[in-house]
Every structure is written in C-alpha cells, then in structure tokens.
C-alpha cells in the first residue's frame, strides 16, 4: 500500500510563497513552451503542477488542525481562498502546456496576448566566447544590471528550472530568460560573444 502524505509542520506563509513562487514559474514555462514549441519545458509545468497539489493539500490539512471554531474559520478562508488562486493558476498553466504536448495547433489568442505584453522570452545558447562562461546566476546579477531573469537552462538533455545563485554556465547551456525588449536583446549579444561586458543600470533622475 503507497505511503499517504502525512502533515509536516510548517507555516501558511511558507506554504502560500512556496505556491506563489511554483505558480509564478510555472505560468513563464508555459508561456516558453508555447513560444519555443518546447514540450520538455511543458512536462516541467506537469511536474509543478503535482507539487501545486501537494502545497494545496498541506495547507488544507494546515487549516484543518487550527479550525476550533467559526471565528477561526472566518479568519482563515482568505488563507483558503488564497491557496484556490494558486490552484486555478496552476491548471491554467498546465492547460496551456498541453496544446505543445497534444501537438494543438496555437490559438491565435494566445499569440496575439503574448505580442501585447511587456515582458519578451528568449532561447539563447551560451557560445565559447561568452563572458557568462564559469560565472554564477549571483556573481552576474543579470536581474538587477539588465532586467532579465533565466527562468530555466537546458544542458544537454536535462532541464534546470528556476536556477539557484550558485548555478554556474557552461559553453553549451541553453538559457531561457524574460525581460524586456532591451534587456532580452542585451543577454542574447552576452550569450553569443558579441558584447563583452554586462552593461551598468543606468537611473536618471528624471524616471523618479
């Protein structure tokens, strides 16, 4: 008989930021699979989807161990309703997975949603030339000098979601990243050698 999931100690606030952040990742590999017709990062949205299930199911037993009463009730449904976003978010994700992994054509939608946003994705694969080689996502800090975060990186045949500060590049990674139109355009010249420093933020005072 397979070994049910049993209650871990730990509080809303972990749980509701573990959904938030899964969601979040989620959502930006979907919106990667669809544009690049990638359907191993549509499987990893699958996965997520499980661990949504998960989280879900912890935060329910969570709230079904302080429930004494109505009050506490009252005072946890917006704790519930929280973790029912998260839920609804994750299908949404998985659903837009699954038109790269039933092989559906793209509704034009969808396509026409992704051209009015703000935010571009970019493949890009990182060159022997490339200033990134043996560098780490932290000693970069591509998210604060150019506004573009890698949401994933793919080495030969394995896909690394949402890399940690230690994760270093190698000659060969494939990184998937958002950002703006400039910044997606600045990581793409990193990647293939043609620009050869990370360029500064630049504030001017008149944007504040």
Known sequence: MAEGIRYKPISVREILKEMHDTTTLMVDLAYSSIIFNDKDLAEEVIELNEKIKELRL??????????????????????????????????????ISNIILLGLAVPPEILSAFAKTQERFIRVKAASNSILLKKTI?????????????IAVRRGHDIITNPSGNFRIVEGDILIAKGSDVSVSELDKLAKGELKSIPEPNFSLEEW
């Open 58 to 95: 912890a935060l329910l037993m969570h709230t079904a161990i302080v429930i004494k009463d109505a009050d506490d009730a009252e005072a946890l449904s917006g704790v519930l309703q929280m973790g029912a976003i998260s839920d609804f978010i994750s299908h949404a994700a998985k659903n």
């Open 138 to 150: 932290d000693e970069l800090s591509l998210e604060t000098n150019i506004g573009v975060k890698i």
